[in-house]
């Protein structure tokens, strides 16, 4: 059976998933995603994905006529057509197709909306005994806030540490370190978790505030302070974290082992903490 693509409201086939030429998606990358994670059949966060979606599409006036019960149906329809279990839903919103102008088209240029989904599994061999990370200059916009499709900073980050054998890139502006190509850092420190604050440096990670929660539930103090790539090698324990790779422990940073290069305490804690509440979501 194929994957059915939600494009504009319809169900395609994924070959005939096609858009326009001048897509402002495709030309400058105008536009903004989400990605959400289903288990057994269930949304997990639904309800903070589509805030942010909605909170992208306005920081960026792209003037999105949906409400969070609307992009839910939508969502909902599209996992049920594909039987989708376990895996996830990719949503997108383009600015839409207008003749290529940087500056935004008219009012009757309406945004274009694609969503297609995936089936897979946890990661859990990687949960278990972590990966690898390196590290890499951040050489991003300024509104890492914003979900943008805008990714090539996150692509080349992303495409050093294949290079290395890594399965991720730690991002640094400078000495400070501010979060992963495609996931937020965490260095555990003498019982203490830092991760940058949420401002325009980072994407306000879903699985980070999950992770938050779980820290204040279990009285791990969870210090919201930029922190340097110096502390992040000394660290006891280091996670990322992402809807895909919801808390992963980190055992070797740069070719050289983090702590004692086994997956430490606080991350089993924040790993169990995790399962239940994907426990709970159901
Ligand atoms: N990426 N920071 C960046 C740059 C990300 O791309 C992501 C997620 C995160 C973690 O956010 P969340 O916990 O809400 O997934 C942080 C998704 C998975 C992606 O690009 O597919």
Redesign the pocket.
């Known amino acids: 059976m194929t994957n059915k693509v939600l494009l504009n409201g319809r169900f395609v086939e994924e070959q005939e998933a096609l858009v326009p030429y001048n897509d402002r998606g495709y030309n400058f990358g105008d536009g903004i995603y989400e990605?959400i994670r289903i288990y057994d059949g269930h949304f997990f966060t639904l309800q903070e994905h589509f805030e942010r979606f909605l909170r992208s599409a306005s920081e960026l006036n792209i003037d999105l006529d949906e409400t969070i019960e609307s992009l839910t149906e939508k969502a909902e329809a599209l996992v049920k057509e594909n039987n989708v279990e376990n895996g996830g839903v990719y949503m997108q919103v383009t600015r839409g197709a207008a003749p290529r102008d940087h500056a935004f088209p008219g009012p009757d240029v309406k945004p274009q909306m694609m969503a297609f989904t995936r089936s897979y599994g946890r990661p859990l061999e990687a949960l278990e005994n972590g990966i690898n990370a390196v590290t890499v200059e951040d050489i991003r916009w300024l509104r890492?806030d914003i979900k943008s499709l805008n990714l090539l900073g996150?692509v080349l980050s992303k495409e050093y540490a294949v290079k290395y054998n890594a399965s991720e890139a730690i991002q640094h502006r400078g000495e400070t370190v501010t979060?992963?190509?495609?996931?937020?850092v965490y260095a555990i420190k003498d019982g203490v978790i830092y991760t940058h604050p949420t401002d325009n440096f980072?994407?306000n990670?879903?699985?980070?505030k999950v992770i938050k929660r779980i820290a204040n539930e279990q009285n791990i103090p969870f210090k919201e302070e930029t922190f340097t790539v110096d502390f992040l090698k000394q660290a006891d324990e280091v996670i990322v974290?992402?809807?895909?790779v919801e808390v992963m422990p980190v055992i070797k940073l740069d070719g050289e082992a983090v702590g004692n290069g086994q997956v430490g305490p606080i991350t089993r804690l924040l790993q169990k903490g995790f399962e239940q509440k994907i426990n709970e979501s159901h």
């Open positions: 990605y890492c996150n979060e992963g190509a495609s996931s937020n980072i994407l990670g879903i699985t980070r974290s992402s809807t895909s």
